[in-house]
Nanobody, 119 residues
Framework: QVHLVESGGGLVQPGGSLRLSCAAS????????MGWFRQPPGKERGIVGG????????TYVNSVKGRFTISRDNAKNTVYLQMNSLRPEDTAVYYC????????????WGQGTQVTVSS
């Protein structure tokens, strides 16, 4: 089992930046990929992007490409989500998650952290 804890959420003005962190503990050697998800108010949770644990290959949904960057520090077992040029529609609870293989869905989740973009 992998235990995930997000941090770094908060209130930011439109156009601002925020960096979220996701610290992993437990059986981290079994992680294939880490993902970031978000759930806007009243909407379904959806994926933002992901990064492979070993090679660091990243993927993003179109709405955040060029604004968000996912990175990882394997020595610290931590994944980051750098969010720039934030928009009100980025307001959501952000979650990180882990999956053990491309054949498996994400099965370890953090508790989420609130990001609010508002003036």
């Amino acid at each position: 089992q992998v235990h995930l804890v997000e941090s770094g959420g908060g209130l930011v003005q439109p156009g601002g930046s925020l960096r979220l962190s996701c610290a992993a503990s437990g059986r981290t050697e079994g992680i294939y990929m880490m993902g970031w998800f978000r759930q806007p108010p009243g909407k379904e949770r959806g994926i933002v992007g992901g990064i492979t644990w070993s090679a660091g290959v990243t993927t993003y949904v179109n709405s955040v490409k060029g604004r968000f960057t996912i990175s990882r520090d394997n020595a610290k077992n931590t994944v980051y989500l750098q969010m720039n040029s934030l928009r009100p529609e980025d307001t959501a609870v952000y979650y990180c998650a882990a999956r053990r293989s491309v054949l498996y869905s994400y099965d370890s989740w953090g508790q989420g952290t609130q990001v609010t973009v508002s003036s």
